[in-house]
């Protein structure tokens, strides 16, 4: 049995890629910025993919003719987006999210599919948001997409089993600290091998990451429920937070 590390550790973004970043994720990612009023930014506009990935939104934005940095701290999901961007204009950082550092650079923030929250410290979650604050030019726009907190109070059940060809993996939530943190136990199944992980992360409801962004310096913060616009309310599927920094 191999066991990996959390988000910080290279070995669990290779082992579990194909789970995480399947095919059918890339052209949602594509679906998404062709209908979504959310995503639908000025032409040429500079991005900055916060926690990019293989690139899921990186590579159709800079195509779509947007000037995009990809940002990440795994060499190997930088190294799968470069493939999958070759001849496309992309500028790929590796660099931690807390860290990185272009004031006044960019036109949008992207941080997509729950990639806030890793860090243990609860302030290095809010030093994040100052970061996606200070990356932006003044009138920018920061969009983060997470699963919420009540979308999440739905979904935690039993364990889940995932197939992907011959390969299984059986994922096992359990609600910490009073719901402030989410422990995913996940175990891959390949053949006679078998890998596990361990994941915890901070979870956020909508009046809490409203707050926090508010404390990072954005104004006229909004709160959807789905990448279409809908209310942030029972039928919401996402938690999707677009805030602007103000001149």
Not at 57 to 62: D, N, R, S
Not at 103 to 112: E, S, Y
Not at 122 to 134: E, I, Q, W
Request: glycine share 8%; with cysteine.
């Amino acid at each position: 049995m191999t066991r990996t590390g959390g988000f910080q550790d290279d070995d669990f973004w290779t082992e579990f890629h194909d789970f995480l970043f399947s095919e059918q994720r890339h052209e949602q990612a594509e679906e998404l910025l062709d209908t979504s009023p959310l995503l639908d930014f000025p032409q040429g506009a500079r991005v900055l993919d916060l926690c990019c990935g293989p690139g899921v939104f990186t590579v159709p934005l800079a195509r779509r003719g947007h000037r995009v940095t990809g940002v990440d701290l795994s060499p190997a999901m930088l190294d799968r987006a470069r493939k999958r961007s070759a001849g496309d204009r992309v500028t790929y950082v590796r660099a931690d999210a807390r860290e990185y550092e272009a004031p006044g650079r960019f036109d949008v923030v992207l941080n997509m599919f729950t990639s806030f929250g890793y860090f243990e410290d609860p302030a290095d979650n809010a030093r994040v948001l100052r970061t996606m604050y200070t990356c932006l030019a003044p009138g920018g726009t920061l969009v983060l997409d997470l699963a919420g907190k009540e979308l999440l109070a739905r979904r935690v059940t039993p364990p889940k089993v995932v197939r992907r060809g011959d390969d299984v993996m059986v994922q096992t939530d359990t609600v910490l600290d009073e719901w402030a943190r989410l422990r995913s136990d996940w175990v891959l199944v390949r053949g006679e091998r078998v890998t596990r992980a361990t994941l915890t992360w901070f979870v956020y409801s909508a009046v809490e990451l409203r707050r926090m962004a508010e404390e990072a310096g954005f104004g006229r913060v909004e709160v959807f429920g789905g990448f279409d616009g809908r209310p942030y309310d029972e039928n919401a599927e996402r938690l999707v937070l677009r805030a602007v920094r103000e001149a």
